[in-house]
């Protein structure tokens, strides 16, 4: 029986993994802490309660004392850590949580698995910490230059920096996954298509930074679980491991399909003030998860996103219950309260 501790699991790529990894016909423990942030929803992990091998435990990855405490407990065979604060924009406004979560939360969990000997740690970061693109240049690579542009993305390579010299000084079993741009069911909406899809379902307005025209790589949550299965099982300690979709698309194409699938007219798009130092493009080479682990996606872009948008659809109680709050007022303070439809750009 494998025990796995997985941070982040009541967030969208968290609760995703967590609900791929008890699916799976394979003797495993779960145990899924989170602090339940405005991004956490217990209703994300529905169905689980209850299951064998499955323990939810509502903790911060910050607090020594409490990860301390479970590591001891539960002493985990693996750590699958996606506990982390990941919204630019709010990065922007206030870098603070980000340090305390990204940074300071994953040198606690690095200390408990040192202490714990913890036989592999997978830590999952974002291609962000690569920087940007221009249009010509090749995809990233895993030797490619960590130039993060955001308090988000520098909270982030921090975090892959401590875990790479505790691979080298302790000898932790740590392994980094770098992923482009996720989608899919149960994704909090301030990302760009769960937003646009709530927005759209209610005929408001759908605010698109500058032009539209900044180039993501889009990769189903799925098939990022895959990946991160195949790493947690065959990656080479002490190794990045680029994770993508091999699907680049300009947002604005996103939100024109988001609209298609919908039946919605494109008057519904406003274009609103850019993001400070907004990066051009992503785009991941993914040779060497290719090669050296045997993992490729397996889902199209068209297909997830008509797969993403049924989801949705059927789940709309989910999405008022999420798109409300605290949230509510952080989206009026983004966009401008109360975008109507009909205004000028």
Known sequence: MVRIAVTGGAGFIGSNLVHFLLEERIERQVLNIDKLTYAGNLENLAGLEGKPGYRFELADIADAQAMSRLFKEYRPDVVLHLAAESHVDRSIEDAAPFIRTNVLGTQVLLDCSVKTGVSRFVHISTDEVYGTLKEEEPPFSESHPVDPTSPYSASKASSDLLV????????????????????????FPEKLIPLMLRNAMADEVLPVYGDGRNIRDWIHVRDHCRALVAVMEKGVPGQVYNIGGQAEVRNIQVVREILRCLGKPESLIRYVKDRPGHDWRYAMDIRKIQKELGWAPSVTFREGLEETVKWYSENPEWIQHVFSGEYREYYDRMYGKRLEPGIED
């Open 164 to 187: 790479m010299a505790c691979h080298r000084t302790h000898g932790l079993p740590a392994v980094i996954t770098r992923c482009s741009n996720n989608y899919g069911p149960r994704q």
